[in-house]
């Protein structure tokens, strides 16, 4: 049997699986630390090499430029039923879309639309951590605007 080490998917499945449950992982805050999981079966390895190579376009992930995707189907595990392959350009499209996150910022009579926290930040100059911290917590900014999402 091939050593797992060297089969050509092996170190997207480690991606996966570190993103998910290694902590001192890069990306942890946004899977793991977010309750995303990867289903019982594909935490082995060769039981994800065997739903991968029979799942529908499963054989794009062996490209480069295909990534596994969750997120098309707004699901938090990865599964043989929640993913499917897509170029890398459309996982980072679908990723800009989620992060698109309309605010309005309020200042007495004034009601200012943005389409993205990112938006406000620059145009308001407040720096992005600032801007979410009082999207949440609802308070009024040294800059006389609450913010609030659409």
Not at 47 to 75: A, P, T, W
Not at 96 to 104: A, L, M, P, T, Y
Not at 106 to 124: M, Y
Request: charged fraction near 35%; charge should be positive.
């Amino acid at each position: 049997m091939k050593k797992r080490h060297k089969h050509k998917l092996y170190n997207r499945w480690k991606s996966m699986m570190d993103r998910c449950y290694n902590p001192n992982h890069v990306k942890y805050k946004f899977y793991g630390g977010k309750g995303i999981r990867v289903c019982e079966r594909w935490r082995d390895f060769w039981n994800f090499v065997e739903d991968i190579d029979n799942m529908r376009n499963g054989h794009l992930l062996y490209l480069k430029g295909y990534q596994l995707d969750k997120d098309k189907s707004g699901r938090s595990v990865y599964s043989l039923n929640n993913c499917c392959v897509i170029t890398a350009e459309e996982n980072r499209r679908i990723a800009n879309e989620k992060q698109k996150q309309s605010i309005f910022a309020i200042n007495n009579n004034e009601k200012i639309k943005f389409d993205s926290i990112a938006e406000a930040s620059r145009k308001l100059n407040i720096k992005d951590g600032t801007l979410r911290r009082y999207v949440k917590n609802g308070k009024r900014h040294s800059s006389g605007y609450r913010f609030q999402k659409v």
